[in-house]
């Protein structure tokens, strides 16, 4: 099965992703942020089946920024509240549903125009501001649990003893769910952030 990489021709090796956490879910996956994505919120259909969304049958193609590309959309899926790691805010998309996108979530210019969005690049690192907060983007093969997760509330996800959903790409990752209490202090990840206190009620 021919699974479709992103919408724009990008290096996948670079830091384009970030993590993200579902409101009142015990769900990470990662984010690819695809600047040349000119068509939607994407997410795709197998994350779109975990996650259990409710949504509106649509089916048609889409062009791509490739030459004679095109991806089949599914459905419009009802609103998805999620946490980008490190930012204090959440944001709401409310993706396409994409046959056979190898990503489970993809987002470009107009979800960067929604929330203040911002992207920025160094010889050996990515950045991206959303709604003034500055984080670093991972890359495609960091691991979704390494010890640079600071951010309390996807520390809680993988301290529930979960596992990985989508195991042939490690993207997806499923904690077991239970109440939280949380008053924490992040660091942010661009290295020029100040310190903040996160406090974060209600469930994972």
């Given amino acids: 099965m021919k699974h479709i990489n992103n919408i724009h021709t990008i290096n996948l090796n670079n830091s384009a992703y970030v993590r993200i956490k579902i ?3 015990p769900i990470v996956a990662k984010m690819l942020i695809d600047s040349g994505n000119l068509v939607n919120d994407l997410i795709s259909e197998e994350f779109a089946k975990i996650l259990k ?3 509106t049958p649509l089916e048609k193609q889409v062009g791509t920024a490739e030459k004679g ?4 959309i599914i459905g419009k899926s009802e609103p998805i509240k999620i946490f980008i790691e490190g930012v204090p805010q959440g944001v709401i998309i409310q993706p396409l549903i994409v046959k056979d996108l190898s990503h489970p979530v993809n987002v470009g210019r107009d979800f960067l125009g929604r929330n203040g969005g911002k992207l920025e690049f160094t010889p050996t690192e990515g950045y991206i501001e ?3 907060t500055k984080v670093r983007m991972i890359k495609k093969n960091t691991h979704m649990t390494g010890g640079e997760v600071i951010d309390s509330r996807f520390q809680k996800v993988f301290r529930s003893h979960g596992s ?7 993207m997806i990752y499923e904690g077991v769910g239970g109440s939280i ?14 310190l903040f206190i996160l406090v974060w009620y209600g469930h994972i």
């Avoid at 990985?164 to 490690?170: A, F, I, K, R």
């Avoid at 209490?181 to 100040?194: E, K, L, N, P, V």
């Fill in 23 to 25: 409101r009142n879910r």
């Fill in 164 to 170: 990985y959903v989508h195991l042939d790409t490690g």
């Fill in 181 to 194: 209490y949380d008053t924490s202090i992040m660091h942010g990840h661009s290295g020029t952030s100040d």
């Fill in 53 to 55: 969304v409710k949504y």
């Fill in 69 to 72: 590309g095109s991806v089949k």
């Fill in 130 to 132: 959303i709604n003034k």
